[in-house]
Each structure stands twice: as C-alpha cells, then as structure tokens.
C-alpha cells in the first residue's frame, strides 16, 4: 500500500468513527429526555475519552505496521529482481555455451573446472555453494550442462 491508499483508509476510519459518535449521541438524546434515566456522568465521558484514545493508539500501530509491510514487500521484490537478473544472465551464458560455434574449452581454461572436480570427487552441492560463494541453484546448473556436454544423463 502506498501513501495515498493509508491516507484514504485513515479519512474512512474517522469517518465510520464520527458516524459511531454520532450514533450514540442522538441515542444518549433520546434516553436522557426519558424518566428515570441517568444523565450523562463523568465516568461514561471518562470511558468514551478512553475509547478515543486507544482507537487512535491503535490506528498509528496500524499506519506503522502497514508501512513496515510496504517496505519489507519493496525489498523482497528488489532481491527477486536481483535473482531474476543473475538467473538471466546464467541462462544467457549457458546458451553461449550450447552454441555450435563455442569452441571447447581447454582443461584448465574453464573457470568452473574446480567446481566440476569437486563434484566429481564427491563433494555435496551444498558444501560446493558453500565454498564457492555460488548459490546451489548455480551449482547444479553448472554441473548439468557439464554432464549434458558430455553426453551424460543427469545426476
């Protein structure tokens, strides 16, 4: 929710709370024109003081929950487009690689030469991401097209 959605929420809010008032001041009219009804006392205005005070606490938890909400779903989308981003640009390199016109690289030259012998040595994806600062997701991907370059079937 943006500013202007709380903004609007907050001026409906007061007004069903005016309407509240309203409500009982014209039900508070008719019964003290009745015998036998106690006037208005200090302790319902006490109470009624009250009411208005914790509605309006309560509307502020409201208004900063809503807005902590907002910026937690502005940073999630942030990080999503980061992935999104590094997914593209791993699928990108990926095509390079498949390309017919790539040419092989030579041992040694491949910068994930150490990621593939870890695997083939029997190290978890996992412990891999680990020490490569590479996410798992990564990892695999890396270790597929290996395999798919060779001809193998998939983990």
Same mark, same amino acid.
């Given at each position: 929710?943006?500013?202007?959605?709380?903004?609007?929420?907050? !001026?409906?809010?007061?007004?069903?709370?005016?309407?509240?008032?309203?409500?009982?001041?014209?039900?508070?009219?008719?019964?003290?024109?009745?015998?036998?009804?106690?006037?208005?006392? &200090?302790?319902?205005?006490?109470?009624?003081?009250?009411? !208005?005070? +914790?509605?309006? &606490?309560?509307?502020?938890?409201?208004?900063?929950?809503?807005? +902590?909400?907002? %910026?937690?779903?502005?940073?999630?989308?942030?990080?999503?487009?980061?992935?999104?981003?590094?997914?593209?640009?791993?699928?990108? +390199?990926?095509? %390079?690689?498949?390309?017919?016109?790539? %040419?092989? !690289?030579?041992?040694?030259?491949?910068?994930?030469?150490?990621?593939?012998?870890?695997?083939?040595?029997?190290?978890?994806?996992? &412990?891999?991401?680990?020490?490569?600062?590479?996410?798992?997701?990564?990892?695999?991907? !890396?270790?597929?097209?290996?395999?798919?370059?060779?001809?193998?079937?998939?983990?």
């Amino acid at each position: 929710m943006d500013t202007q959605s709380l903004f609007i929420f907050q !001026i409906i809010a007061d007004g069903v709370l005016c309407l509240v008032i309203l409500f009982f001041l014209i039900r508070l009219g008719r019964n003290i024109g009745k015998a036998g009804t106690p006037a208005l006392e &200090e302790k319902h205005l006490a109470e009624f003081r009250k009411l !208005i005070q +914790e509605s309006r &606490e309560e509307t502020g938890r409201f208004s900063r929950t809503m807005e +902590e909400s907002c %910026r937690k779903f502005r940073d999630l989308g942030a990080a999503l487009a980061d992935g999104e981003a590094r997914l593209a640009g791993l699928i990108q +390199e990926a095509k %390079r690689l498949q390309s017919p016109d790539h %040419r092989d !690289i030579a041992a040694g030259d491949d910068p994930y030469e150490p990621i593939l012998q870890a695997f083939r040595k029997g190290t978890g994806v996992k &412990e891999i991401a680990r020490q490569s600062g590479l996410t798992e997701g990564e990892v695999s991907l !890396i270790i597929d097209l290996d395999n798919k370059k060779r001809g193998k079937t998939p983990r």
